[in-house]
Each structure stands twice: as structure tokens, then as C-alpha cells.
């Protein structure tokens, strides 16, 4: 994976904001430079899947630490590698904190996304603890939540458009849409259906498996 700056000067960056937002104790340092490379190659391999072209250069996968939603999900699988390497640590919480301090998303290192996940405006998103498919998809202002402790579970290649809110016993199928604004509450999405309108009174359009893979 090319990365638009070298790798050293990546590490220097995230722990320049960091130390200057939240302090680097003794040791931190070392320890979150030494998960960097798998949280890149988490990234490259995520990023090796996106069709968007931001994500490529000159037919290599590509990586721009300037580039918001980029950058976003390289923090999300930092701290993510952190958590799972030495647990809920201070260090965890930072990169985690750093995420939602640069880019508004409230992503937190505990949720487990899939290897491919896309995000393009992450602005002001906030993804619970549910279960997550591959190629889940989101866009700015979601919300996946819990309704009395019960997550949503999603299939393959589930896609928030913007503003668009699941919460509680939601079993949602395989190429999903939930279109703009749309807010589903304790119900079940079946395979290959556009979502649109408030629970209880949801709108389900069916299309060909086919329509998805635009």
C-alpha cells in the first residue's frame, strides 16, 4: 500500500496529536508505534476492496492520512489493535478519543466492525456494539444503537445513507439500503431491501441481488 507520507513520519504524527491532546505517559509511545503496521495492513486490506477513487493511486491501494474518512478508519483499527494487543488501556482510549476529537465519529475500540467497512463523511456517527456484516457502509449523522441492551445484527453489505437510524432487535439481511432519514426501531429487514420511512411505519422496496453491486 502506498501511503501519501512515509511510514515514520505517520507514526510521528499520530503521536504528535496525541501528546498534544491528551499527553503521552512513559512508554505509550513505543507502544502505539509498535501497533501502527498492523493497523495498517488492517487498513490495506479494507482499503484494497473500496471502488472509491480516492483509495487507489496509479493502480496501487492508496492511503492519505490527510484524507478524513481515510484517516478515520486507520484510527478506528489503531485503537482497535491496541484494545485487542493489551486491552481497555489509557493509550486505547486516546487513539479512540483522538478519532472522535478529528472526525466526529464516535467509533469505539470495543465495537468490532468487519475487515471491510466504508465510510465517506463519518461526521457526527455513532456505532454501538451491534453485529456487523462485511461491507457495512456509512454516511454522516447514523446512529446504530441498543434499545433496552438489544443490538441490531447485520448481514453483507448493509448501507446507512445519511441520517439514518437502527436501534434494538433488528435482524437486518444481506444488501440492505436504509435510505436518508430513515429510523427503524425492533424490526426485521429481510435480504435485498431498500428501507425507507419512521417505525412503525417502515416502507420496504425489493430489488434484484444485482442492484446492490452498483
Known sequence: MRIAIEKARLADLVATQ?????????????????????????AEKC?????NKYYRR??????NPY?????????????????????PTLLADKVYYLNKLLNSLDLYYEVELPDVFFTDHPVGTVLGRAK????????????????????PEFGENVRLFSGARILGRCKVGGNVILSSGTYVKDTDIPDCTI????????????????????
Open 195 to 214: 428501507v425507507f420511512g419512521q417505525s412503525p411505519n417502515l416502507t420496504f422496496k425489493t430489488r434484484e441481488p444485482e442492484y446492490f453491486a452498483r
Open 58 to 63: 496509479e493502480g496501487e491501494v492508496f492511503f
Open 67 to 87: 484524507h478524513s474518512a481515510q484517516y478515520s478508519i486507520f484510527l478506528y483499527f489503531l485503537s482497535n489493535t491496541l484494545f485487542k494487543t493489551s486491552g
Open 47 to 51: 482499503f484494497a476492496a473500496s471502488k
Open 18 to 42: 496525541v501528546r498534544t491532546n491528551f499527553l503521552l505517559e512513559e512508554g505509550e509511545e513505543f507502544t502505539l508505534c509498535s501497533a501502527i503496521p498492523q493497523a495498517l495492513a488492517r
Open 132 to 151: 456487523y456484516g462485511e461491507h457495512f457502509s456509512f454516511s454522516q449523522g447514523c446512529t446504530v444503537g441498543n434499545n433496552k441492551g438489544v443490538y
